[in-house]
């Protein structure tokens, strides 16, 4: 018989990174009772790794911004394909909640008048980010977390959720097994939020720990909520390229926001030769304007490098397929050059990117202030996620909320760096206010324990066959299929083939088979995990088939121009009643007409 | 070339070392000869470990005996024709393989008085600081609570004090919220008596290994020390200051 411990929350918070804990601390001050859970310790999400800052149109260092510029530069980052309501009132409340970290501890880099400090990044038209160093989401998690944890929560760390369970239509539960010791908590609740961020970890070169498998957009997706989105994945143009052992790890914007260059085999900046049309008012003529942009000039526009993540990453590819790449494959980014323009060049590469400078140092012997690092595209980010009602949070399931990464909507077909770090706080603090106030007007509901038993039972399945599968090499395969077939330049025939590839490996996977005991067992939870890649994968690779034309982050080279038609629609998965996965267009959500004239004033 | 790592296996304190063997490349560290052990060898070899970057703090463990993050250290740092023990923290109950159980260190930090700011300088809610005394805190928060500096502690490693003393991490982080520039909150009582700041006899070792090169001892621990002490009361912050912060280490 499988057994179970019980444990009742009010609101229960599935993931602890940014948005989870906002969300948190936001369900806490409703007075209703909250649980927090998450897979690795606390403090330990990816939301720590944000290097280069959190957006908020506060007007600190460039007065002529607004969140009326912000939602715009969001909008034409996304191609207008986001949820416009969500643009907008991301744009609106950014501000007030980063000052409110202020209050909680936060210290952001100050202006010359002890204001909040802020710098440019790509795709925002103004300085916008708020920062420390490059270290902000170290800043943000750890000022989240020491609040959070004295507004009254109870804290399940090192807990892993494998199902979601509901009555009449409702979510009421979810499955957990703690990871140190191997046995299973059912969590009864009466609202849920999901937090649980990316999917990174679908594909072999990402700067994504192993906590990225999608597990919340998988969660929801057998829970009967709507994905949307799905084919939009960010590859960031600068991860490590060298030693091999850290393929992928990110090299903050923060570089390029301080004046860092990018330059291909032959010493030319290549950027300057592919301007997009929709960006070219905004952007510099010439390296000098560049450089003025970036030391705050504010006349000069921004240097090219700067331009949108999905155009700099295809650059890039371009740079190597043609053979103008650097030795390990990337291409040249250098911020030692400011030195030609400013005295004490190096003390202030170390000022302003300290992680990046330690980073660089310690895993590939490079002194970033003299040399110039090696760098290429990595798996970062994915647009797409849980379809969610842009003011409450709530997903197409009844109690089922959805904040941060692993909902959809904010960022369209491309995000803009900063734009996540915001939308963790502001939209983490609205899921949890929409779940309390749910969760009050609710009565609780059993899952049925039958259905809960069912999950324990798959779930140690892969005990009865020790001989089976490698769980590891089944996942390391998926990774290099998704990366090389529903990578950065997609093509329908590869996609068919990843597509019957993904039969496969779903075949093996269960047949996948682990060794050892329940007890803190990697080998068993990557077991576990890979149901939830595998269903993101397939997801990915179905709506990358049905969008044909590029946009943000979708780029197929067999359709390599932008369809206006397909510019006014998202496309949505769900889980059919015949169990199968089933991909449908619907109309871009919240279009205005203040929107569309705001889009038109600054364009 | 192959390498030999002799990795602590068991549960809860009892266990033995095995040795693995593994191919080694350019610029790999260890937690990446971990992860092939684990990939092809020991699928159920527990570690934990997030960002491989060092930002995270998850990797800690013993590598030939000292306290490291997995992540950041480098083979090409090691002697590889001897084996390359990797042992799980002492400091803390042991729960499997290279993982331990540190719950201890976040009911410690609930403890201590949490942030509490000045009421706002502007009307609109917000504050005024300028860049230096930001930068003053700015060392201490950069930890990453890997807790490298609380495993090698004597006080806790080897006397285990941990009811008597909150250990470096949470002086650090006290002494990060008294010198925040917005904070109001008074610490020191707790400091000397629940939090027992006096158990530190400045060996430095904490300093030795923090992987962010916070200096905990002179920039957090004696500052502290001098504050909630009378300089007659403590002999070793009278020693320091005597030979100008230069105390020998183990
Ligand atoms: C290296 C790097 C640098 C970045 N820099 C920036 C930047 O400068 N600015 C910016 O805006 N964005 C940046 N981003 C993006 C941003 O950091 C992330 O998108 C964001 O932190 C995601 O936050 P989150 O709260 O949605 O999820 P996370 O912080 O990832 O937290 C997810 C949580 O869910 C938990 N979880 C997952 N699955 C389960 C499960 N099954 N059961 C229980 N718990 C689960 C995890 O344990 C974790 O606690 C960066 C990302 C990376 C990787
Ligand atoms: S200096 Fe103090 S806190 Fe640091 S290791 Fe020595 S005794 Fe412990
Ligand atoms: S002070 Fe240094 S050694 Fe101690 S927990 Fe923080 S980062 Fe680790
Ligand atoms: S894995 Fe994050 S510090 Fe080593």
């Avoid at chain 1, 918070?13 to 927090?36: K, Y």
């Avoid at chain 1, 594909?203 to 009967?224: I, P, Q, R």
Wanted: proline letters at 5%.
């Amino acid at each position: 018989m499988p057994t179970w411990d019980t444990i009742d929350h009010d609101v229960l918070v599935i993931g602890a990174g940014g948005a989870g804990l906002r969300a948190a601390i936001e369900a806490a001050s409703h007075g209703v009772s909250v649980g927090l859970v998450c897979k690795s310790l606390l403090g330990k999400a990816h939301t720590v790794m944000a290097e280069g800052g959190v957006a908020a149109s506060l007007g600190n260092v460039d007065d002529r911004d607004s969140w009326q510029v912000h939602v715009t530069d969001t909008l034409r980052g996304g191609q207008y394909v986001n949820n416009w309501r969500m643009a907008e009132l991301h744009a609106k409340e950014a501000p007030d909640r980063v000052r409110e970290l202020e209050a909680w501890g936060a210290l952001f880099d100050r202006t010359s008048d002890g204001k909040i400090l802020q710098r440019n990044f790509g795709g925002h038209r103004y300085p916008r980010l708020a920062h420390v160093g490059d270290r902000t989401g170290l800043e943000m998690i750890r000022t989240l977390q020491d609040h959070g944890v004295h507004q009254g929560m109870d804290v399940h760390m090192e807990v892993t959720v494998v199902s979601l369970h509901k009555r009449d239509g409702r979510v009421c539960g979810a499955l957990a097994y703690d990871r140190e010791r191997g046995r299973f908590r059912l969590f009864r609740a009466k609202a849920i939020v999901l937090a649980t961020g990316g999917i990174g970890r679908a594909f072999a070169v990402t700067s994504n720990s192993w906590e990225y498998t999608g597990d919340g957009h998988a969660l929801a997706y057998h829970a009967g909520a709507a994905l949307q989105d799905m084919e939009f994945i960010q590859f960031h143009p600068t991860g490590m390229v060298w030693p091999p052992s850290v393929r992928g790890i990110l090299v903050t914007e923060g570089v390029r926001g301080e004046g860092g260059i990018l330059l291909n085999s032959e010493g030319r900046r290549f950027m300057f030769d592919d301007i997009p049309e929709a960006y070219r008012t905004q952007t510099a003529d010439t390296p000098d304007e560049g450089w003025r942009y970036v030391t705050g000039d504010k006349e000069a526009r921004r240097p090219p490098e700067l331009l949108t993540r999905d155009h700099v990453a295809r650059c890039i590819v371009r740079e190597v397929r043609e053979g103008r790449g650097s030795p390990h494959g990337g291409v040249f980014l250098d911020i030692a050059w400011i030195k030609t323009h400013l005295p004490k060049a190096a003390e202030h590469i170390r000022r302003k990117l300290p992680s990046m400078y330690h980073q660089f140092k310690a895993l590939a012997d490079i002194d970033i202030t003299t040399t110039p690092m090696e760098v290429g595209p990595t798996t970062h980010y994915v647009m797409g996620g849980i379809r969610v009602d842009g003011d409450t949070q709530m997903s197409s399931v009844p109690g089922l909320f959805a904040a941060g990464e692993v909902a959809a909507g904010l960022h369209g077909s491309n995000r803009l760096g900063g734009n996540s770090l915001s939308d963790l706080i502001v939209f983490g603090k609205r899921a949890g206010e929409h779940a309390a106030s749910f969760a009050k007007e609710s009565a609780a509901l059993e899952p049925d324990a039958g259905e809960v038993g069912e999950a324990v039972r798959e779930c140690l399945a892969p005990f009865d066959r020790p001989s089976g599968e490698n769980p590891y090499a089944i996942q390391n395969d998926l990774q290099r299929m998704m990366q090389n077939q529903v990578g950065i330049v997609r093509q329908e025939g590869e996609m068919l083939q990843a597509a019957e590839a993904l039969r496969e490996l779903e075949a093996r996977a269960r047949r996948v088979g682990v060794t050892g005991h329940r007890e803190y067992n990697p080998g068993w939870h990557t077991a576990i995990d890979l149901a939830h890649l595998l269903t993101v994968s397939e997801a990915v690779i179905r709506s990358a088939l049905e969008r044909k034309e590029s946009r943000g982050g979708h780029f197929r080279d067999d359709y390599p121009e932008k369809d206006p038609a397909s510019g006014t629609i998202n496309f949505v998965v769900q889980k059919g009643p015949d169990g199968e996965m089933h991909v449908r267009p619907e109309p871009v959500v919240g279009v205005t007409d203040e929107l569309r004239r705001l889009v038109e004033t600054f364009k | 070339m192959e390498a030999t790592f002799r990795i602590w296996r068991g549960a809860l304190g009892s266990g033995t070392f095995a040795d693995y063997r593994t191919e080694t490349s350019d610029g790999m560290v260890v937690l990446d000869a971990v992860h092939d052990i684990q990939a092809t060898q020991a699928p159920d070899l527990a570690v934990r470990w997030n960002c491989k970057a060092g930002k995270c703090g998850s990797c800690s463990a013993e590598v030939n005996g000292r306290p490291r993050l997995m992540c950041m250290t480098r083979l090409s740092d090691l002697d590889l024709s001897k084996p390359v023990t990797i042992e799980p923290m002492q400091a803390f109950p042991h729960s499997r393989d290279l993982v331990t159980d540190v719950s201890w260190n976040f009911r410690v930090k609930h403890q201590i008085k949490p942030f509490t700011p000045r009421t706002p300088d502007a009307a609109d809610g917000t504050w005024r600081m300028q860049q230096e005394d930001v930068d003053r805190v700015q060392e201490f928060r950069k930890c990453i609570e890997c807790f490298l500096c609380q495993d090698v502690c004597h006080v806790l490693r080897d006397h285990h004090l941990h009811e008597e003393f909150v250990g470096p991490r949470y002086l650090v982080y006290t002494s990060a919220l008294e010198m925040h520039p917005l904070d109001t909150q008074e610490r020191r009582d707790e400091l000397r008596k629940a939090h027992g700041i006096g158990y530190c006899n400045i060996t430095k070792c904490c300093t030795t290994v923090c992987p962010e090169g916070i200096q905990i001892t002179d920039n957090a621990i004696i500052p502290m020390k001098e504050r909630v002490m009378d300089h007659a009361f403590d002999p070793i912050v009278k020693l320091v200051g005597l030979m100008t912060g230069k105390v020998a280490g183990p």
